[in-house]
């Protein structure tokens, strides 16, 4: 044997060696939770602060700006890993995302987590002390010297980056799941639908998320969802995240310019507290006409009453919860086109003559939302509903205040299944009534709602769709 050959086999013995040694400490490595990282799914959670700098207009700037943090916002989320590309899924304390501004979030956190952003699923929980937030509705107030405003661009940016980058920093801590959970327990006294019936028997709309009238908090609950769901994640027996999902407007009052995440966040936070191994997510339902309304006056004090309440039903889910093996991840998007409303004052005309006529900033924001979802829909761009698919267990997420109709519409679709519905997605539509609202001339739908009215078959259909994957093509 030549020095050379021994040479190289010395060092062919190393580099075995020294490959054997990385597969061995490669599958012998444990994560934060002292879990083995070989596992076929693995997951990891995010947080990141996304309060608005004081000043910054909310809701739009339909009521009075930020002028202190009562309680922080938050984007919290996960980034499941082994279902293919990533599936990232970020629950936002903010009122609304939309258009443009919506993309953005899902191709950003799509670049950091490394996937599509067709595999992003961006909600809005719809608290009103927080921000709107439509890139393009800004530019045309910026652009026609308007004195209202949606949103700060810079800050919008810096909220997305700050977000992104949880997610990237939190790659690197993915653990296994090997099952998930469903549980779910009815709210007491929290949720009521808008409308109810007026003595003189016609239909009213005005129960509204703090309603002072006893007369209109005394009718009956109306049309609404009981349930709380919460969805989880595990590693054998010790789990690892929980999402929870109720479908109500998440105010107890709002408008006095204190940013804050309101008796959701409350819930949340306590619950965080109750289990600080297991990351909470909470998420807003389909709730575009169902509010607290009929159990809040608008005190201060009930915002923890309400709070209590859904804490305790987020703790009754939990403990109700039943596991499954996960085996098969799906994830699929169906596109969605509405279209929009041209009805008096809604055409591009007329919102271009509001944007410059009307003396209220509001109502200049009002135009300028609205020709940016006209831009939108002219451009050909359709809206992704979502479904991330765990086999008897299903999350769906909707656009904008999709009424809690589609809510019930998606249960019904599967009732075999545990099917959890989000709401706030895309949310450039604004509301989203079903035929009949339209028909009882539902007065929310008078400065809010930019899609035309014929929208329930085009929502039930992609909800069909979505649900049953291939099935619902048939």
Known sequence: MTDITASRERTQAVDRRQFLGAIATFLGARNAWGAPLDRSYRLTTFSAE?????????????????????????????????????????????????????????????????????????????????????????????????????????????????????????????????????????????ASNRRYVAPDGKPAFNRMSATRDPAIRDQPEGVIDPWLKTLSFWYEDRPVLALSCYATHPMSYYGRGGVSADFIGQARRRRQEDEPGVFQIYTSGCSGNVTAGKYNDGDSANRQVLADRIYTAMAAAWKATVRTPLSDIDYRTIPLRLEPRTTDGYSVEDLQKRLTTDPKPFGQCLAALGLSWHRRVAAGSPIDVPVLDLGNAQILLLPGESYVEYQLAAQQVRPEKFVLTMGYGESATGYIPTDKHFEEHDTNLSDWCWVAPGSEARMKRAIREALLGSQGAR
């Open 50 to 190: 996304v309060s608005p700098p004081l000043g910054h207009a909310l809701m739009g700037g339909g009521i009075a700006p930020a002028q202190k943090i009562v309680d922080p916002l938050f984007a919290r989320g996960f980034v499941l890993l082994g279902a293919g590309k990533p599936i990232v899924l970020a629950a936002i304390d903010w009122c609304e995302i939309r258009n443009d501004a919506y993309e953005r979030w899902r191709n950003v956190l799509a670049e950091a987590a490394g996937t599509d952003p067709a595999r992003v699923i961006v909600t809005s929980l719809h608290q009103h002390d927080t921000p709107i937030a439509d890139l393009t509705a800004q530019r045309i107030l910026d652009e026609h010297r308007a004195s209202g405003s949606v949103c700060d661009l810079a800050f919008h940016e810096r909220a997305v980056q700050n977000v992104a980058k949880a997610v990237r920093s939190s790659l690197g801590q993915a653990g296994p799941i090997t099952h998930y959970g469903v549980g779910q327990a009815k709210v007491d006294k929290v």
